[in-house]
Every structure is written in C-alpha cells, then in structure tokens.
C-alpha cells in the first residue's frame, strides 16, 4: 500500500509551517514531515527563465514532492507537505505519481491577523500585501469549491493548530488502513482478530 500524503497548504503568515513544525516536534509513529520550500525557492526572475512563472514552478515542484513521497523514503504511513501550493496542483501530482490517497487541508486566518504575523512577529512586510491577500482568498475559495477542510488560526494557539492536523493525520491514516483491508479482506479480518 503506498503511502498516504496529507498536504497543509495557506497563504504565508497563516500559521501552517510553524503548525507543521510543533507537529514534527510531536515525533507522531509513521507520520512524517517535508516542507515544500526546503528545495529552495528561486526569484521571481528565476521562476520566469526557467520554469515559464511561478504557477509552472509550483506545479512541478509539487510533482517532485509527491513523487518522493510515492517511492516511500522514510517507510511512512502519512507524509506531511508544508507548502504553498493548490490543491488542483496536489490532485493531479498525487495522480501521476500513483499515490491514491492525498488530501488537502487549508490554514488559514484574518487577513489583519496575518498581516500582523508577517510584518510584526516575522518581519517580512513585503510579503503582507494584496498578492499574498489574492493568493489566500483563492485558496479559501478553492478550500469551499472542493469543500476541503480549513483550520482557522485567527484565535488559535499553536498547539491547538498542530492537535487539529493531527486529527486530519489520523482520519487520512484510517482511511489508509480502510483500503488496505479491502484490497486485501484475508489480512483485514487477521489484523482485527
């Protein structure tokens, strides 16, 4: 059975990377964690040149997670996606790369809220402008078109994002098991006596 992928997608400043980190910390048994922008992000310029933009880059930046993640490096049940990224981009990789079960779940918040996030406790006021407001409205509006699960950080504490990711986790890892048992009934019954 391959392995299932659980990608947490959001706009920057919505609280998802630094959810997935506290769930990583938590060490969760055949969970595994990846962040998307570990292979390096390039400029815009870069994007443009090599890649024709960014939707381009990111398309085939989620290809090539989604196929590491199918080959099973760390021998996971579930792997974790940290990126920014849109679910039409995670289905059609999941496909291509023969993982049928990836999920999307959206984090999300405020808009003054993420705002405060960058410019305040991350520093990074470019990133809190209408672009980054366009990329979280589309992404809120893909999350209610393909009724996507959204975990509103507004009032959220840390720890309370990471324990709703986990929740997703474990749903994901069932339904995992659920297809296991019906792809192969025998080894079910067995592993439920």
């Not at 392995?3 to 400043?13: N, Q």
């Not at 969970?31 to 990111?58: K, L």
């Not at 504490?157 to 890892?173: C, F, M, P, Q, Y």
Request: charged share 25%; hydrophobic share 40%; aromatic share 6%.
């Amino acid at each position: 059975m391959s392995p299932a992928v659980l990608v947490v997608t959001g706009a920057s400043g919505s609280g998802k990377t630094t959810a997935v980190r506290a769930l990583d910390g938590r060490a969760v048994q055949g969970v595994r964690c990846y962040y998307f922008d570990a292979v390096g992000v390039p400029s815009r310029e870069e994007m443009d040149r090599d890649f024709g933009g960014g939707e381009q880059w990111q398309a085939l930046t989620t290809q090539r997670w989604l196929e590491r993640f199918a080959s099973d490096p760390d021998g996971a049940e579930v792997y974790v996606l940290d990126g920014q990224t849109r679910p039409s981009f995670v289905r059609r990789a999941a496909e291509r790369a023969g993982i049928s079960l990836a999920r999307v779940v959206l984090v999300d918040c405020a808009p003054r809220v993420r705002h405060t996030r960058l410019t305040e406790l991350r520093g990074q006021a470019e990133l809190a402008d209408s672009r980054m407001d366009c990329w979280a409205v589309y992404l809120r509006g893909q999350a209610d078109a393909l009724d996507l699960p959204v975990i509103d950080t507004t009032s959220l504490g840390i720890e309370a994002v990471a324990d709703a990711l986990a929740v997703h986790i474990e749903s994901v890892r069932a339904e995992r098991q659920t297809a296991a048992e019906q792809a192969n009934p025998v080894a079910g019954a067995e592993r439920r006596r």
